[in-house]
């Protein structure tokens, strides 16, 4: 069965410092993608990417990065950590959308508080 | 980006059929209308999704009118399982680059004993 795990499941951050979050997938898929998920709201697309060594921004890209150095792996990185950017953070991954369905498998999530 | 609209909520009893609607007024010719659940504390999975035919699975009947305006996705004989906030999504998928998904808030199904 498809898998994608994240790490940490939880942190607490202090405002203005960094923040990674890290995903991993066993599904040999190219696509990966970041979401953020506020409460009571649905998730939004941050950052995605298509290939290793590359990333492309999403809906809501300011203030994270982005890296993908190799297929199994994607960062998402907040360089300066602020209130805001409290939220659930979620890793999916699947195979290349387009003329077939492609269905995202999804991470537990990763809480993120930061004060 | 075309969104969707659905309502916030929804209440059914154990073993009832629920129809769960979704609009999409603007939606392009070349979105898919894909659905996932989520239950609190885990990610979102997967349920269906369609183009323009209705289709089915173990999990769902998903309805899409002919104009593509709106969908329905019928759940049959719901358990307490199927307790969740389902997501009504469009995919515009492209040959690799641009990839964007819309995620709304979703409708919060309660199931009853």
């Known amino acids: 069965e498809a898998a994608v795990t994240q790490s940490p499941r939880s942190k607490v951050a202090v405002t203005g410092g960094k923040v990674t979050l890290s995903c991993h997938q066993t599904?040999?898929?190219?696509?990966m993608y970041w979401y953020r998920q506020d409460t009571g709201h649905g998730l939004r697309l941050i950052h995605y990417?298509?290939?290793?060594?590359?990333?492309e921004k999403g809906d809501i890209p300011d203030g994270y990065k982005a890296s993908r150095p190799s297929q199994e792996n994607f960062s998402l990185i907040l360089e300066l950590a602020s209130l805001s950017q409290t939220a659930v953070y979620f890793c999916?991954?699947?195979?290349?959308?387009?003329?077939?369905?492609?269905?995202?498998?999804f991470g537990p999530g990763t809480r993120l508080t930061v004060l | 980006d075309a969104k969707t609209t659905q309502p916030d909520s929804m209440e059914s009893t154990e073993g009832e059929t629920v129809h769960l609607p979704c609009s999409h007024a603007?939606?392009?010719?070349?979105?898919?209308i894909y659905w996932y659940r989520q239950v609190p504390l885990q990610g979102p999975e997967y349920v269906t999704h369609?183009?323009?035919q209705n289709t089915t699975n173990s999990m769902a009947f998903l309805a899409i009118a002919s104009d593509r305006k709106s969908s329905t996705l019928i759940l049959t004989h719901v358990s307490l399982r199927d307790a969740a906030v389902y997501h009504c999504?469009?995919?515009?998928?492209?040959?690799?680059?641009?990839?964007?998904?819309?995620f709304g808030a979703g409708t919060k199904l309660t199931i009853k004993p």
């Open positions: 603007t939606i392009s010719g070349n979105e898919y």
């Open positions: 990417s298509y290939v290793a060594d590359s990333t």
């Open positions: 369609g183009l323009q």
């Open positions: 999504i469009l995919r515009v998928g492209r040959n690799y680059g641009n990839e964007k998904i819309t």
């Open positions: 599904n040999n898929h190219d696509y």
């Open positions: 999916a991954s699947s195979d290349r959308p387009g003329y077939n369905y492609a269905e995202q498998f």
